[in-house]
């Protein structure tokens, strides 16, 4: 049983054209997370949610957003995808985000930029 | 600031026999927990193991097994009787609080039939 889903699997973008990732969780988790993956390379934290507060990382670009309208949702947009955005984006959750707490990940969308 | 170093970018292992992944850490935290987690191509990212901080005694999960040096900031999975399904990337992770973790640059384990 899926409990962190992300839609699309795999998502196809021009250069510019803004989209968005969606993830949803069953767990009823307050934090969830935005990573991008590179091949081959550890995920990158772009931002997280601790309920609805946002808590973005210094060094994520402006391009990307995110918006979390309740529990169960998370979105991440890309407003202006360059060619060095094309990554798997992983989704992942955490109940409260305590230290003890493994982090629950979803399937991932890798999102290809033409 | 934290940081996780897996100095073993690929592995390889004989399907049955033993294989181990290195990890080393930095933290001035007291208290902290570090995870593996494994993550098969094209599927999602699971959790393998946990290591509490506080705890001396290594944990266990079945064929998976840490060897934690909490003095040398060592953090190793040993895993026995490998399978073909355990090919995989693995990525070591320490919680650095703030609701976050820091992953290494992770060690893709090959098993070889």
């Known amino acids: 049983d899926a409990m962190v889903i992300q839609n699309p699997r795999y998502q196809v973008t021009q250069f510019g054209k803004p989209v968005t990732l969606s993830c949803s969780q069953t767990?009823?988790?307050?934090?969830m997370y935005w990573y991008q993956q590179k091949s081959s390379q550890a995920p990158k934290l772009l931002f997280h949610?601790?309920?609805?507060?946002?808590?973005n990382e210094a060094d994520t670009p402006d391009n990307f957003q995110s918006r979390r309208p309740n529990t169960s949702f998370c979105f991440l947009d890309i407003r202006s995808p360059g060619l060095g955005d094309a990554a798997m984006y992983l989704c992942?959750?955490?109940?409260?985000?305590?230290?003890?707490?493994?982090?629950?990940f979803g399937d991932g969308t890798r999102l290809s930029i033409l | 600031a934290q940081t996780v170093t897996q100095s073993q970018p690929e592995m390889s292992v004989q399907e049955a026999e033993t294989v181990t992944l290195s990890c080393t850490y930095d933290?001035?935290?007291?208290?902290?927990?570090l995870f593996w987690y494994k993550q098969p191509p094209s599927r999602q990212m699971i959790l393998v193991i946990r290591?509490?901080?506080?705890?001396?005694q290594n944990a266990t999960e079945n064929r998976f097994s840490v060897n934690f040096q909490k003095a040398a900031k060592s953090f190793s999975l040993k895993i026995s009787d490998s399978q073909l399904g355990d090919a995989a990337m693995y990525f070591c992770?320490?919680?650095?609080?703030?609701?976050?973790?820091?992953f290494g640059q992770g060690t893709r384990l090959t098993i070889n039939p």
């Open positions: 992770a320490l919680h650095q609080g703030a609701q976050k973790l820091v």
């Open positions: 767990l009823n988790h307050n934090v």
């Open positions: 992942a959750t955490s109940r409260d985000g305590g230290r003890s707490q493994p982090q629950h």
């Open positions: 949610y601790y309920d609805k507060d946002f808590n």
């Open positions: 290591q509490e901080a506080y705890k001396q």
């Open positions: 933290t001035s935290e007291s208290d902290y927990y």
